[in-house]
């Protein structure tokens, strides 16, 4: 949260390509200050010939829903984070599937199902960091094929944040495949990571579901 100096809850706005998301402190029940945030941000956006479109603003509230994969609450005793269900759920199912694969003695996965699975981990690990660690045996994994590369040579932050992009945005099979060899080994970094992963996030219901 950034605050001001009096300690209370500073108006602030994040950009996320072309979508806005406004935040700001109120009383109960009164949203002023939030209101004041977005008028001035609509006043800056039309005085450059930018214009929004109306209907796509959502009513202020402590409960906003999903917002570039993650969702922030605040209508609760103190602000909490978290991920979609859908997005938990597919997670998980993804790490198994490559155990399975692992348990009946395959060396080989499809390449386009370990990417998708790591877009998803990266979603999941921006609300839940302690994951965040166990995802390098997939990003190794699948870029082990490259000849210029040792196992650690690549640019880490580049990768997760091209995977993160194609799951918000629901990348289609094509560009998750893009540029990249069909089947990858399956290491035995990967396999420990995915391991650790499911112990992990070893719940099969996320305690905000109830908000959703």
């Given at each position: 949260?950034?605050?001001?100096?009096?300690?209370?809850?500073?108006?602030?706005?994040?950009?996320?390509?072309?979508?806005?998301?406004?935040?700001?402190?109120?009383?109960?029940?009164?949203?002023n200050?939030a209101?004041?945030?977005?008028?001035?941000?609509?006043s800056?956006?039309?005085?450059?010939g930018?214009?929004?479109?109306?209907?796509?603003?959502?009513?202020?509230?402590?409960?906003?829903?999903?917002?570039?994969?993650?969702?922030?609450?605040?209508?609760?005793?103190?602000?909490?984070?978290?991920?979609?269900?859908?997005?938990?759920?597919?997670?998980?199912?993804?790490?198994?599937?490559?155990?399975?694969?692992?348990?009946?003695?395959?060396?080989?996965?499809?390449?386009?199902?370990?990417?998708?699975?790591?877009?998803?981990?990266?979603?999941?690990?921006?609300?839940?960091?302690?994951?965040?660690?166990?995802?390098?045996?997939f990003?190794n994994?699948?870029?082990?094929?490259?000849?210029?590369?040792?196992?650690?040579?690549?640019?880490?932050?580049?990768?997760?944040?091209?995977?993160?992009?194609?799951?918000?945005?629901?990348?289609?099979?094509i560009?998750?495949s893009?540029?990249?060899?069909?089947?990858?080994?399956?290491?035995?970094?990967?396999?420990?990571?995915?391991?650790?992963?499911?112990?992990?996030f070893?719940?099969?219901?996320?305690?905000?579901?109830?908000?959703?």
């Amino acid at each position: 949260m950034l605050l001001r100096e009096d300690g209370e809850l500073a108006t602030t706005e994040v950009t996320f390509v072309d979508d806005i998301h406004v935040a700001g402190r109120a009383k109960e029940g009164e949203f002023n200050y939030a209101k004041s945030g977005c008028k001035q941000l609509k006043s800056r956006m039309n005085s450059l010939g930018n214009q929004g479109a109306e209907r796509k603003f959502r009513n202020l509230s402590p409960w906003p829903g999903v917002w570039n994969g993650l969702i922030i609450h605040t209508g609760t005793p103190f602000p909490m984070k978290s991920t979609t269900g859908k997005k938990w759920d597919k997670f998980k199912k993804g790490l198994r599937r490559i155990l399975e694969a692992e348990e009946a003695g395959h060396r080989m996965i499809n390449t386009l199902d370990i990417r998708k699975v790591a877009g998803l981990g990266v979603n999941v690990t921006e609300v839940y960091p302690n994951g965040r660690c166990f995802l390098k045996g997939f990003f190794n994994a699948v870029e082990a094929w490259r000849g210029d590369r040792d196992m650690d040579g690549w640019r880490l932050t580049d990768l997760m944040s091209e995977v993160s992009h194609l799951e918000s945005n629901d990348a289609g099979d094509i560009e998750f495949s893009a540029g990249y060899p069909i089947s990858t080994h399956l290491t035995d970094e990967l396999i420990s990571h995915a391991r650790a992963l499911l112990e992990l996030f070893v719940s099969d219901l996320l305690l905000t579901d109830f908000h959703l």
